[in-house]
Nanobody, 122 residues
Framework: QVQLVESGGGLAQAGGSLRLSCGASGSISSIRTMGWYRQVSGQQRELVAAITRDGRSNYGDSVKGRFTVSRDNAKNMVLLEMSSLKPEDTAIYYC????????????????WGQGTQVTVSS
């Protein structure tokens, strides 16, 4: 199995910055896509940013130009640099790893971390 552990959430003021990190552990050979989603209570989980193993990234419209996603393939880590934060960025942020190939050759889809709270005050 694959475990994802997030860190870096917390409280920030509007206009400020935060950095989230997520590490994947287990018998991992490769991970196709890693990324971040967020969810506000009562709403659907939405894409924040995702990045493929070869560095292609995709962002949700509301964070384009403010957030930057990056990854370290050797460490199976994904980072999210968040700047110019807005109160509407307040949510639980979930790390996601999709299409994980294990050392044994098994493919595991759509793994989720436990989530980390980000709160932006106005």
């Amino acid at each position: 199995q694959v475990q994802l552990v997030e860190s870096g959430g917390g409280l920030a003021q509007a206009g400020g910055s935060l950095r989230l990190s997520c590490g994947a552990s287990g018998s991992i050979s490769s991970i196709r896509t890693m990324g971040w989603y967020r969810q506000v209570s009562g709403q659907q989980r939405e894409l924040v940013a995702a990045i493929t193993r070869d560095g292609r990234s995709n962002y949700g419209d509301s964070v384009k130009g403010r957030f930057t996603v990056s990854r370290d393939n050797a460490k199976n880590m994904v980072l999210l640099e968040m700047s110019s934060l807005k109160p509407e960025d307040t949510a639980i942020y979930y790390c996601n790893a999709d299409l994980v190939r294990t050392v044994a050759g098994t493919l595991i889809y759509n793994n989720w971390g436990q989530g980390t709270q980000v709160t932006v005050s106005s």
